[in-house]
């Protein structure tokens, strides 16, 4: 049984709770896709850096607290979908601009592929938002026995698919509030300002500043 309550790996809480790929350059992977066509979901989604989740879904505009406090900066649209990695044999999540998804879109259309039939593998070329560029081809199988065979899910684990709806679902104005509000509340913990209690304050540096780090 896979668990929805409890979240393994930095980069998963980091991100809000589920395992979120991040392609890299020179290292293709190989994926079913899960949810594509008309299963496809978009969601508009604020980064902050400082900010635990660091990932945020707008609410919209008129009632999103970080829309508020930063007019200027839109939330990017991000669409989200799940994928399953047959070399973890895992259910995992992408979330990618709607460009990439074209792009990806356009090579299985050109290739005569459905994502979600059969295995594909999938490139990523250039580092940044503007030089990032995706191809994708249908996974050719190794003869050779150098790497893996590849399969497709067990009908066992497709049935047990990780639940999509906490990836897309907004997150509430309190919500968000509260992830700003408790950054601001850490970090005065940590420095000269909102000190209420100086003995404590001070136990709390001794445990936690690390000793080898520079800032
Ligand atoms: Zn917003």
Redesign the pocket.
């Known amino acids: 049984m896979m668990s929805n309550t409890v979240v393994h790996g930095l980069k998963a809480i980091l991100s809000g709770g589920a395992d979120f790929i991040t392609f890299e350059e020179n290292k293709p992977m190989t994926l079913l896709f899960i949810d594509w066509h008309d299963n496809l979901v978009g969601v508009?989604e604020?980064y902050e850096k400082s900010l635990i989740p660091s990932y945020?879904r707008?609410?919209?505009?008129k009632i999103?607290p970080?829309?508020k406090k930063n007019p200027g900066k839109y939330?990017a649209m991000r669409i989200k979908f799940r994928v399953y990695d047959p070399l973890e044999n895992k259910i995992k999540f992408i979330s990618l601009a709607k460009t990439h998804i074209k792009k990806l879109n356009d090579d299985f259309t050109l290739q005569g592929v459905d994502p979600t039939k059969v295995l594909v593998t999938i490139f990523r070329k250039g580092k940044g938002i503007a030089e990032t560029s995706y191809k994708a081809c249908r996974y050719i199988v190794d003869h050779t026995g150098a790497e893996p065979k590849l399969a497709v899910p067990s009908r066992e684990l497709m049935k047990n698919l990780p639940d999509i709806l906490p990836q897309i679902t907004p997150h509430s104005p309190d919500e968000?509030a509260g992830f700003m509000q408790a950054t601001i509340t850490g970090n005065a913990g940590l420095g000269d300002k909102g000190n209420q209690n100086p003995q404590k304050h001070g136990l709390f540096q001794k445990l936690y500043t690390p000793r080898t780090c520079n800032g």
Do not use: E
């Open positions: 508009r604020h945020i707008c609410p919209g505009h999103c970080l829309c939330p968000i």
